[in-house]
Each structure stands twice: as structure tokens, then as C-alpha cells.
């Protein structure tokens, strides 16, 4: 049937992403569940088993017909030792991911930021260049980013690539997950829109943000999109925060592409045309005409795709 599998999860704020995946990078089947971090993630790894069972079986396969475990996790990671040092989304401190996995898997596991791995799936397959520099930002319940130079991940001691929590906004009152304030995630992930949209509907009483009891960043975008002025203002400060953050990511690195993906990038062209521009403005000269700004070609799957591509070359070496 199908050979060399590889199982590759990520781990993100409200979904747990799964995918069989073989040695040539094709998805055999995907699903997700629900993410439960209560009591320290305890039940989440016996309902990452059972569901993993129950797809097996749908599949009429054994753990004898899997190579190893991909897993991408939200915040720092220190993948040498299989701990997340910290991760404000899932409430983990020193977490022992990989070996609380390897109790509920009989096979081996390997670990890694989740934006990293995104980067990796685009890079393996996502991208039809033959491309060695690239920055991946996730734009989902945080915000994730992912750095390869030279086709290695740049993890430095375990928390490398963390742009979402870059500093844009000096203003403490803008808390985020991490304990910071201002940083780019408490500003430009689908929470931190969330929470600003609140904002501006308050600030806006004729605004059509007011029409809804829960605002989400996709509810914001489609206002804008319908013509709604405070959320068009709405979206114009988010691509300005993220312009400023990529303007910078490439006057430090000067990839040759820098990616946007997650659910917020699910806006498109209203997203990435806004903050294209904005990196113009902000970015070296040089860098702004050699550094491409894109949309993420994989979408959800990019994570999924790079745990099995982490599996696959920790198997393989």
C-alpha cells in the first residue's frame, strides 16, 4: 500500500492539525481535532492518540507501516532536549512534548517551533524555486516565524525566529501572550484583531463591527471589504504594523522571499497588497527590490508537510 508514512502534527491555540504523509511529500489523509490545553496538556496527548488510532484504522494501518513523528509546537522550543521552554498560547513551561508524545506513540518524535516547520513545508513543497533563504510568518491565534538560511532553520539557542514577539507598539497597554507589551503578535494575530476591531467598534458607533456580539479578524476584513470605514482604517494599521516588522526582518536578512500564512493570510490580496507596500516604504532600498513579499502557498497543510519533513530527515540521517 503506501510506504515510508510519516506523521506530522501541529500543534497551534485552537486546532491540532494531522496528516499522514509519505517520503515524497504527498498528503494521504488530513483531519484536526480540538485543541485542550487544561490540566497542562494531560488529556491532549490521549486525544492525539485516540484520534490517531481511529484514522489507522480507518486506513488499515499498523504503527509498523510509519517512520517517525513530525510535531510543531507554538512558542520556544528547545527540539535537542524535546521540551518547550515556554509557549504563552498553550500555557506550557519546560513542557517534555517529545517524550510525553513517545508515552502515547511507539515511535520516535521529533520536535520543532511550529513556524519553523511551516517555513520548512513551503520550502519543500510549496515553492517551485530553488530557493535557499526564506522567512515564514503564521498569522493565526499568535503570531509565528520561521527563518531558513542556507536550507537550515535558524533556531539559535531554541528561540530563534520569533517574530511575532518583535516589538512594534511602544505602548504597555497593549499586552501579549508572552508577557511583553506591544510586541507584533498582540497586534496583527487573529486575536490581537479581534481585540482591536472591539476596539474601534466602540470608538466607531455607526460601524458595521457593531453588528456582531464576537468579532473575529475575518468578520473585520469582511467589513472592510464590504466598505465599512473603521474597519477598512482596521485593516490599513494591521498591514502598517506588519510592513514595519517585515521592513525589518529584511533589512537584517534580506531573504529572497518572506511569506505570509496562518488563517489571517486567508484575506488575500486585501492583506498582502497593504503591507507590500508598507515594506517599500520602510525597507532599505536594496532590500526592498531584491526581498519578495508573498502569500503562503500551502495554507493549513504547511506545518503538517514541514513536521514530516523534520520526521523524515531526522530518520534519514
Not at 522571499?257 to 497588497?273: R, T
Request: charged content about 20%.
Amino acid at each position: 500500500m503506501m510506504n515510508k508514512l510519516y506523521l506530522g502534527i501541529d500543534i497551534g491555540g485552537t486546532t491540532i492539525k494531522m496528516a499522514f504523509i509519505d517520503h515524497e511529500g504527498k498528503i494521504h489523509d488530513k483531519w484536526q481535532i480540538p485543541t485542550d490545553t487544561a490540566e497542562n496538556g494531560v488529556r491532549m496527548m490521549v486525544d492525539l492518540a485516540a484520534s490517531v488510532n481511529k484514522k489507522m484504522i480507518e486506513h488499515n494501518l499498523s504503527f509498523k507501516d510509519f517512520v517517525g513523528i513530525g510535531v510543531g509546537s507554538p512558542g520556544a522550543v528547545n527540539h535537542q532536549l524535546g521540551i518547550v521552554d515556554h509557549s504563552g498560547n498553550l500555557g506550557w513551561e519546560y513542557f517534555p512534548l517529545k517524550a510525553k508524545l513517545e508515552e502515547v506513540f511507539p515511535l520516535p518524535v521529533f520536535i520543532e517551533n511550529d513556524a519553523n516547520l511551516a517555513a520548512l513545508g513551503e520550502m519543500w513543497q510549496g515553492i517551485d524555486d530553488d530557493i535557499s533563504d526564506l522567512v515564514m510568518i503564521t498569522l493565526g491565534t499568535g503570531v509565528g516565524g520561521g527563518v531558513i538560511v542556507n536550507n537550515q532553520i535558524v533556531t539559535g539557542k531554541g528561540a530563534g525566529g520569533e517574530i511575532g514577539h518583535m516589538r512594534i507598539l511602544l505602548d504597555d497597554s497593549v499586552s501579549c501572550s508572552c508577557g511583553q507589551t506591544g510586541c507584533l503578535e498582540a497586534l496583527t494575530s487573529a486575536t490581537g484583531i479581534a481585540r482591536m476591531g472591539a476596539e474601534f467598534a466602540q470608538q466607531y458607533p455607526d460601524s458595521s463591527l457593531n453588528n456582531y456580539e464576537r468579532l473575529t479578524s475575518k468578520k473585520v476584513f469582511r467589513e472592510a471589504a464590504a466598505g465599512d470605514e473603521a474597519a477598512k482604517q482596521l485593516v490599513d494599521r494591521v498591514a502598517y504594523y506588519l510592513g514595519i516588522a517585515l521592513a525589518n526582518v529584511g533589512n537584517i536578512l534580506n531573504p529572497e522571499f518572506i511569506l505570509l500564512g496562518g488563517g489571517v493570510s486567508k484575506a488575500g490580496d486585501q492583506l498582502l497588497a497593504p503591507v507590500t507596500a508598507y515594506f517599500k516604504k520602510f525597507a532599505f532600498k536594496a532590500v526592498a527590490k531584491s526581498t519578495q513579499i508573498g502569500l503562503a502557498n500551502l495554507g493549513n497543510d504547511a506545518g503538517v508537510i514541514g513536521a514530516a519533513y523534520l520526521a523524515k530527515s531526522c530518520t534519514e540521517n
